[in-house]
């Protein structure tokens, strides 16, 4: 190849632009603003007033103690169930597999603001959730006015929306394993079971890993289930993730400089745990 | 017009130098080919000829100019790559065509360059064809028509035949030296089957490790190679080398002792230069079809005889000696007895020295 | 013999009887979706279960209308996600295109920055990008805010880069002996050959500008501006509020993605596989 410096820019140059403007310059300038007071008319230098609220602040401790608790509870259950429907339907013997495709897919399709709408109108007090529960003899749950059972609320709507996305990954992950591995298997003896035990899964492990990390840096960053579903982190702030918390800080008091910090925290964290789990689930002599 | 001449060429990708400075005049209307094994930057340097890679130093002339910073479309050359290039969402027509309408030539112009081109390579019948609908050598007669249509001065093939069954492959090589003497244009062609070079060349380069090793005449090299790289690549199958340590040298010719037999044997051969100290270590190279039977050469060898593979008209015995080095040998195919033991005789010989180097 | 095929039967009865109670549990919100969509409010909140359509679809959608302005943010909507997905696509094709076929000074940084970054949140860029466009430039509530902002993902440039490198490029270089000039051979050579990838691709951009609710809802807060997500969202929450006209909103920001979605499902699977494969 030679060398094509001018002809390469020509290409690069108008992405590049929107690149360093949008992105690049934003990543540099929040850095900056996370050191600054903005609550005062001129934005002086006072680390103080935003790294050091963030030590101290009990509603930013609130958040982050949500986040985490959503984090721990719904990434397992939705990247098992994930790996568990990507299992399912690569399976040879399924029938209707587009119907099956089609409703566990699906809701990758659908925007927040909709999936957020309905899972809003399906636990109301009086939606149909609780009327199925009536209608079998259950107790009725106050879904959105129960901290607990909010929190259930927002993670079974992420389990429903993104169950579907990571199966689709890891079902990509399925079919690039080679058949002959599995037939090998089987000639010798080897039960589906155990098939998928000892060999689907230790050869599925960086593409689960990927969904996981993918998935932390989604809920890190959760806003739009809290902020609709369960109106602005209710009950109270017992739903309130720090997506929320960043959002109420930055657009609703515009103290972009505190606001600015917990961005970086949200970042922080969320290369910390993802790293975490790639250390927990690397090779292993 | 068009020759082509590298003067101490060098390719540098970073730290790592890939030509170490070739030399090399091509006249006009030549065929020349570069062979080597993969990996020796046959490659590497007809595409610095193209101009599809930079020339680190030296330079790299066509038609007596210097092109070392001429894009490739201004050098006149066309060029047929071993994967055949083809556009696939284009028909063969629009494939042969391509390259003009994009550089605007005139439309009548091109419409009669795919005629003639089309009549040149008898692929008429295939022009509204899109690539995936023909066959290998169609394909690769494409490729081809895709340089002719340039009207080159000079034509370059990166392997071309290399992706060809061995019956196409023979008549694709008909096709080319056909088209070589109509066309009488320069063509430098790469590859890395010496069968292919010595059919095909006026001259053969041989490359090994960035350095060109020989440039000659095909009987040239194979008679008359200067170094042992390049009698072990010229010729199939390969020449037969035999460690031995001189036994005695004067200013007319020497005598050497063959490593590995059961019984001692010499053999000597007249040198036009200075003879190499006795007790250094050289080899002797024979070409499977110099054995002879017997007593009717400069040595006779006792093998034992591995496998016999026949051929019908010449059989190959594959042999080897007390010592162990494995041989090959070319005789006619009544003269193989069914034995597990025969004695052969070395009709004519090299000698290289530890270096590798022609001893003459 | 016999014995095997019928453990065989076993597990494909078994395979259904998990699957099938599955699927109709993911699917039911979106059948809700759709049945609220055509209810009133009182056959919403009525202490029967009821499953199968009524007919106030049109009333629900007059009530939204009437609430939001719907058929214009729906509009917005459209040409947002269409600019946006047709601007992105040229541009990371080209940046991918550079990227994957010449050598150049600076190129090992631009890769290292594109890729060091890529999976750090939104959310550390979205408080200066709000200062620069609304506070700075006073752009806010304008085109320019929806679309051109968003255009930074870097999806399309790694997406593409990856399909150019991937094609031989020994077509690129028989047209360039042959003179094709390099943006030519852009355009009327790579190009076409990646177009499985720029479907794929252009499917989940437009996916995401359609779906795009936190900038929108930032950038363009006044009604006349607003994007279809934002309006529908402003909804939500309030007391007097038609939730009939809620789902109708959500039904028709929902039916188009699921229709496109159903007929180039490969190409969507594709794009979200690939996405993710960053």
Sequence with gaps: MRQRTQTAYAFLTPYLLIFLAFWIWPIINSFWLSFLNTRSANWTFNPRMTWGRLLVDPAFANALQNTLVILVIQVPIMIALATVLATLLNSPALKVRGLFRFAFFAPVVVGEVAYAAMFRLLFNEFGIINKMLAGIGLTTIPWLSDPNAAMAVIIIALTWRWAGYNAIIILAGLQSIPEDVYEAATLDGVSKVRQFFFMTLPLLKPVILLCVVLSVIGTMQLFSEPFLITNRGGPGQATETLGLFLYRQGFNAFNFGYASAVAYTIAALAIAISLLNLWLGRERE | ?360 | MSGRSSAQRRRNILLHAALAPLALIWLFPLWMMFIFSTMDDNGIFSPHVVLTPSTHFLENFNALEADTGFIRATTISILVATAYTLLSVTLTSMAGWALASYRFVGKGVVLATILGTLTLPYFVVVIPQFIMVARDFHLDNTWFALIVPPLFNSLGVLFMRQSFAMMPSELFDAARVEGVKEWRIFLYVAVPLARPTLAALSIILFLHSWNNYLWPLLINSQPAMMTAPVALGSLIGLTKVSWGGIMTGAVILTAPMLVLFVTLQRHFIAGISAGAVK
């Design chain 2, 1 to 360: 017009m068009a020759g082509v001449t590298l003067s101490k060429v060098v390719k540098r990708f970073g730290s790592y130098e890939i030509i170490h400075g070739a030399s090399l005049e091509v006249a006009d209307g030549e065929f020349v080919v570069f062979v080597g094994p993969s990996g020796c930057g046959k490659s590497t340097l007809l595409r610095m000829i193209a101009g599809l890679e930079s020339v680190t130093e030296g330079d790299v002339s066509i038609g007596g100019r210097v092109v070392n910073d001429v894009e490739p479309a201004e050098r006149g050359v066309a060029m047929v790559f071993q994967s055949y290039a083809l556009y696939p969402h284009m028909t063969v027509e629009q494939n042969l065509s391509f390259g003009l309408r994009m550089t605007g030539h005139d439309k009548a112009d091109i419409a009669r360059r795919v005629e003639r081109t089309a009549g040149i390579l008898r692929i008429a019948e295939l022009l509204k064809r899109k690539p995936r609908q023909l066959s290998g050598g169609q394909r690769q007669r494409v490729a081809i028509g895709r340089a002719i249509m340039r009207e080159p001065q000079l034509f370059l093939f990166d392997e071309p035949l290399s992706n060809l069954d061995a019956e196409l492959r023979v008549q694709m090589r008909v096709e080319l030296a056909r088209l070589h003497k109509e066309l009488g244009v320069t063509m430098i062609y790469v590859t890395h089957d010496q069968t292919e070079a010595m059919t095909l060349a006026d001259r053969i380069v041989v490359l090994r490790d960035g350095t060109i090793e020989q440039v000659g005449r095909p009987l040239d090299l194979y008679n008359d190679p200067d170094n042992q790289f390049v009698a072990g690549f010229v010729g199939s199958p390969k020449m037969n080398f035999i460690p031995a340590l001189v036994v005695e040298g004067d200013g007319r010719g020497v005598t050497v002792e063959l490593a590995g037999q059961e019984r001692t044997t010499r053999l000597t051969q007249p040198l036009a230069g200075p003879a190499p100290e006795p007790g250094s270590r050289v080899v002797v190279g024979v070409r499977p079809e110099h054995f002879g039977d017997a007593g009717k050469g400069d040595a006779d060898l006792l093998v034992n005889v591995d496998i016999v593979e026949h051929l019908g008209g010449t059989s190959f015995i594959y042999a080897s000696t007390a010592g162990d080095y494995g041989l090959v040998i070319q005789r006619d195919a009544d003269g193989v007895a069914d034995a597990a033991e025969i004695t052969v005789s070395i009709r004519k010989s090299y000698l290289f020295d530890e270096n590798g180097k022609r001893l003459r």
